[in-house]
């Protein structure tokens, strides 16, 4: 490998698994290095740029974005976008190689990570950029528990043994291609998990990877920055070796999953909790994200869930060049987009 080329880490992960947390920590703790983000947004609304942002990063104390310093790649995932926008934000990071140290590149929740470790073989970055890593994070509570993960050998001989029946869910062979993927597994929220959890979700993981791939327990994704960056691997040199169930696929939609943004006005903070949960229970609905204007608060309500699990906090104070309102994005599978909206109707203040 040239040590000259600029390291980037690509972070990947399920939907909630803790990618944004995972970035603003390696942020906060960066140690002098000037690292640039690049943030893929699924849906229409950029609610994890806004999450980054609101940490200080990409914008000023008056909340006006700071060119260059946060790119975001709105509608669509990486994959799917890669070639449109991918590539013309890298060369416009090479032609400032001067002042970078590393590039840090969050996949959407719904992306594949081999296309975008691939395209790193394109002639025009190949000679500037190089894959430290691709670190994928797990959510450990939600693996546990068999959401993402079901029998893999009893599922692929009944599908082997029956040629009508469908394959497995493309949530099911996601979770294994950023697995396969990884050069590095963060096992995230722990702490929300007792010993037997623990080894039940690392089975899982372990069973989708090599031995020479590390998995490491997280919190929050408080680890050591030393530990997610600098680990040289040229992931884009191995990846084509790494298996895939899309290789073969022309495309990479994902028509599959719905996402939309629902807006509403000033909304009641324990009613809001509470029809979120009514509708997670009654939807197949994957992830819930967004912020919230409670009347009577001068800071901006953070809403995210994942599955029956949501957290909440007043993340920082409206911007005056903003008029606080509540935006969420939900994304989920077979989804309807007015049931949604009148279920939330009684959280209106």
């Known amino acids: 490998m040239n040590h000259a080329k600029i390291p980037a880490t690509v972070v990947t992960g399920f939907l909630g698994s803790g990618k944004t947390t995972l970035l603003r920590h390696i942020l906060e703790n960066a140690g002098g290095r000037r690292i640039a983000v690049i943030v893929n947004e699924f849906g229409e609304l950029g609610?994890?740029?806004?999450?980054?942002?609101?940490c200080g990063i990409g914008c000023d104390e008056d909340g006006n974005e700071v060119e260059g310093q946060l790119y975001e790649l709105?509608?669509?995932?990486?994959?799917?976008t890669v070639q449109d926008e991918f590539l013309p934000v890298m060369k416009q990071l090479a032609a400032r190689r001067a002042d970078l140290d590393h590039v840090l590149i969050e996949t959407s929740g719904l992306a594949l990570p081999k296309p975008l470790v691939q395209a790193f073989n394109w002639p025009e970055i190949a000679t500037v950029f190089t894959v430290d890593a691709v670190v994928t994070v797990?959510?450990?509570?939600?693996?546990?528990?068999?959401?993402f993960a079901e029998d893999l050998e009893a599922v692929d001989a009944q599908r082997r043994a029956d040629p009508e029946l469908d394959h497995e869910s493309p949530l099911h062979e996601l979770f294994e291609d950023q697995l396969s993927a990884a050069d590095l597994v963060v096992l995230n929220k722990t702490d929300l998990m007792d010993d037997a959890?623990?080894?039940?979700?690392?089975?899982v993981v372990r069973a989708e990877?090599?031995?020479s791939v590390k998995i490491v327990p997280a919190r929050s994704g408080a680890l050591p920055v030393d530990l997610l960056l600098g680990q040289r691997r040229a992931a884009e040199s191995t990846i084509h070796l790494r298996d895939s169930h899309h290789d073969h696929e022309e495309d990479h939609d994902h028509d599959e999953f719905d996402a939309f943004v629902i807006d509403l006005p000033a909304v009641d903070r324990d009613r809001l909790l509470a029809a979120l949960a009514a509708l997670v229970e009654a939807h197949a609905i994957y992830r819930v994200k967004g912020f919230a204007h409670v009347p009577g608060k001068p800071m901006r309500l953070l809403v995210q869930g994942v599955g029956a699990r949501f957290d909440s906090h007043y993340d920082r104070k409206w911007f005056a060049t903003e008029t606080p309102a509540t935006r969420?994005?939900?994304?989920g599978d077979e989804l309807d987009e007015a049931v949604l909206r009148r279920g939330l109707q009684a959280a209106i203040a």
């Not at 609610?47 to 609101?54: N, P, S, V």
């Open 47 to 54: 609610i994890d740029g806004e999450i980054l942002k609101a």
């Open 328 to 331: 969420l994005v939900f994304i």
């Open 209 to 211: 990877l090599p031995d």
């Open 138 to 147: 797990v959510d450990g509570p939600a693996t546990a528990a068999g959401q």
């Open 197 to 203: 959890q623990r080894a039940a979700a690392e089975a």
């Open 74 to 80: 709105a509608n669509g995932c990486l994959c799917c």
